[in-house]
């Protein structure tokens, strides 16, 4: 019979992704709705903004120096998302609260990082890009989705290959062929941190791997650069159609454009930064990348090869570039939507603002219960109790039951009852469609289910 706990369904023994078939087991936790997005492939489809978006950035990293890959399947082992990139054991990223497992050894990946390995071992000198589906169970909000799009990039360089084996002096020489750009760029932090970012002193100079690491940022400037022209350029267009060429009204040409480089930490590359770009206020993560990690070079079978590589948020910057507010939009088959990128693909030029059709009202219900295992905080740890509670776990109930009409899910209470030390937990559940106003009658449908999932899978009991 069919059984469920917390979001493991152990009712099939396969599941079909793409056309092909694998066993499931006891760590399988993707639902229906994931599970339908794997054939989107948003990054594929003529006109869309995440085609379009990955499409400009592609330009910035011309072939043939670097080769376009875009059409790896999603499903990889988790050797290749994980171990093969120098994860720990214990690292948190791993766990079945925050990434999608078909099967122990086999998930959804979680980065573009997954096939760096087979792409090292192919990119014998040069670089390549490539840009996929990428799937994290994570909260619900206008900036998350359990499927968003990253792409990765590349660029190494054969020491044994490069004229006089001066690896430093090939790279800055490549270096000198790139185009410049008068962006202001903060890099505050000290290239290297002893503990997070070392130089890999067994394997590199430090002047190579300044060389690599200045064209790893000038590469990723350049790239910004063109991303924000152009949205500056669609926002001035914009406005000149609704007759207002005054500079003083423009909010989108106002501010020069800021970037500046952080320290970062990732397993594969070190040093590491993360480039951050000052936007509407605040300082915005796009990107994360590093000098690769050696190791990854040897395990690829090329030990001679020195590199770097970035992964960016296809979704993040589309936002950025298109001024789209709800990450939901990207999933929608709705025309007002779409019609607003067609022939953008062909014709950058024409990129414009989102018009936003009109907001439809929101309507929020909240929802509490007792978590499962009433003794827990007294007797211990009972198996699927309170000690066992991730959030995660409900956002996914609440995506599988209500889909994209939920714009987000927050915590408003948490109590612990001082005699049986049973917790309780409300979340306030915020409905709206982005097509249509949502009737009574389908709101409290939506939450019925819900509430009805919260207790089936997670064993819940309301209050
Ligand atoms: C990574 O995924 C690394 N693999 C990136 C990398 C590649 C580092 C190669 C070094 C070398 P991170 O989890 O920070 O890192 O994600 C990278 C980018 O993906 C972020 O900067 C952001 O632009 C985007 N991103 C991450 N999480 C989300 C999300 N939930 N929604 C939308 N975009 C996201
Ligand atoms: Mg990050």
Known sequence: AATSTANVTTNSKTVEINGKKYATDSWFNVSSTVLSLTSRKLHLQKDH??????????????????????????????????????????HPGRARTDTYYINKNTLLRTHTSAHEAELFRASASGGYLISADVYRRDEVDRSHYPVFHQMEGARVWDRDK???KDLAAAVLADLERLPKHNMTVEDPNPPFHPERNPLQAGHHTEAEAAAVAAHLKRSLELMVNEIFSRAKAAAAAANAAAGDASPTDNKNNEEPLRVRW???????????????????????????????????HAGAGRPSQV??????????????????????????????????????????????????????????????????GAFSAAGGNPRGGAA?????????????????????VRLVDEFTH??????????????????????????????????????????????
Not at 267 to 287: C, H
Not at 347 to 362: E, G, L, N
Not at 388 to 396: G, Q, S
């Open 162 to 164: 490069v004229p006089g």
């Open 262 to 296: 952080v320290e970062a930490y990732f397993p594969f590359t070190s040093p590491s930064w993360e480039l951050e770009v000052f936007y509407q206020g605040d300082w915005l993560e796009v990107l994360g990348c590093g000098v690769s990690r050696q190791e990854l």
């Open 388 to 408: 066992d509670w991730h959030e995660n776990d409900l956002m996914e109930v609440v995506r599988d039951a209500a889909g994209d009409c939920v714009e987000d």
């Open 307 to 372: 590199g770097w590589a970035f992964g960016i948020g296809l979704e993040r910057i589309a936002m950025l570039l298109f001024r789209i507010p709800d990450i939901r939009l990207f999933w929608s088959r709705d025309e007002r939507f779409l019609s607003q990128f067609r022939g953008v693909e062909d014709d950058p030029s024409r990129i414009r603002p989102f018009v936003p059709f009109s907001k439809h009202p929101a309507c929020y219900k909240d929802v509490s219960f007792w978590l499962a």
């Open 49 to 90: 903004p995440v085609a379009i978006t990955r499409k400009i950035i592609e330009s910035v990293f011309p072939e043939p120096t670097y080769r376009y890959y875009n059409e790896f399947d999603p499903v990889v082992s988790t050797y290749e998302n994980f171990d093969s990139l120098g994860f720990p054991p214990d």
């Open 418 to 463: 001082p005699k049986t030390g049973r917790r309780s937990k409300c979340y306030r559940i915020n409905y709206r469609s982005l097509e249509k106003t949502l009737t009574n009658q389908e709101t409290n449908e939506m939450h019925d289910r819900v509430v009805r999932g919260l207790v089936e899978k997670l064993g819940v009991e309301i209050r």
